[in-house]
């Protein structure tokens, strides 16, 4: 109990009602994205399940009754799903102080893919009103030590003298007190337990709130937010840390993304936070607060299914939607003639047109890389007459954040109607009389999305209102073991 009294102030847990209804027996019919199973009483009011699985026949215990709903938990499995798997982890489970880090370890990862393609299935239907011509096989990985992107916390327990680190609790604002994670690459789950005993022994342990994580392909950067000052002291345990650690490096954060630097003197400054998209000859430095995908092996895929899939010839023009560092623009100037990158970041920007020219000429031979520019613009207010000053392109890729790309799509589709009815549409830039010129829409889109709500949504405006068709979809397993839903959809352009 003392660490959570001496947490208590700053991290209150979120308020549960005492467990004083009797245990129910219920059959389990589904399972949502949260990982809860889904039962109906006989009066067809729904139960969430935390920790039951489709087909099973268990005891729960109601600790929340709505008008509408209830929430339970697991208290004993009677039948049991041929889909249940023991977890890997030691610290995943429903006791109290699990880690919440992972929602589904006790489900066998197929059926996890299972589960989040037909979330994506129904928010298409539900939300965009329409269904994929086809369901693509979905793209999957390693199903442990992928993670090569996290934020964990830090806390000093000040009573028990001992320091945190890693995720917090299932339904808590608490620290977990784990040992020990199989989603974290390897050498990273290594470090939990020393990383502990470094912090408690410096100075301002009672003020580093967190430790960001970047691994690039062979070096791994520990962003360290602290809130006062380091001391010499600490500095130099951060230095000896890093000295026995090879291919670590320490970034220290004072404030703001804008203050992260490097530690001086940490590594040979020739060891570069990169990762590599060997199948185009593309090496990416990034800093570690950049924007990278969590999971490089699914990554390297992701890229070769999109530009498969979009199909690029080497006469067309293509357009990079939310481009980033230019994880796919790069990629792309491989195959195009040209290659337009647009992201709201003017750090990104910049970073996408220093990878741009550092691999512009290829390490080893195949083909260089087509014209490219990149341009910063706040895509979420996108008008039409921005969209035709952009130019004609026969392609698009589009990769947004959990926003979605509705603003543009929206601009497309006035365009599309404008084309349609000869009624020039009103420009939010101003023009009310825009002038199409040559400009024509993209012939196919492929959109990555990491959240399919918004896919749905901004479907629903390319096939409802801007003349597509959505011809394929599917899944990509980037967070094995989590509610996370990454996926990838193509719109055609119809002809007729």
Known sequence: MARRQQNKTKHPAPATPPVDYPPDLLNVESLDIEAQGIAHREDGKVVFIDGALPFERVSASVYRKKPTFEKATLMAVLRESSQRVRPQCPHFGLHTGACGGCKMQHLHVAAQVAVKQRVLEDNLWHLGKLKAGNIMRPIEGPAWNYRYRARLSVRFVRKKGEVLVGFHERKSGYVADIRECHVLPRHV????LPLRVLIGAMDAKETLPQIELACGDATTALVLRHMEPLSDGDLAKLRAFATANPGLQWWLQSGGPDTVTLLDQVSDPAQQLAYALPAYGITMPFRPTDFTQVNPQINQVLVSRALRLLD????????D????????????????????????????????????????????????LAATKFVARNLFEMTPG?????GAAEK?????????????FKSLAALHQQALTGVPCDDAGGQQNLQLGDWTPPVRIVYVS?????????????????????????VVNMFPHTAHVESIAVFDLNRD
């Open 321 to 368: 939607w939310f481009c980033g560092l230019g994880n796919f623009t790069l990629p792309l100037a491989t195959r195009a003639r040209e290659v337009l990158g647009i992201e709201g970041s003017e750090a990104l920007v910049a970073r996408s047109r220093e990878n741009y020219a550092s691999n512009r000429v290829p390490a080893h031979g195949g083909r260089a």
């Open 189 to 192: 789950s290594d470090l939990l």
């Open 312 to 319: 690029v010839q080497t006469h067309e023009r293509v357009i």
């Open 386 to 390: 921005m969209l035709v000053q952009d």
């Open 396 to 408: 698009w890729l589009v990769d947004p954040p959990r926003e979605g790309a509705f603003e543009l």
């Open 450 to 474: 990491c959240n399919p709500a918004t896919l749905a949504r901004d479907a629903g405006v390319l096939v409802n209102d801007a003349g597509y068709r959505c011809t394929a979809a599917g």
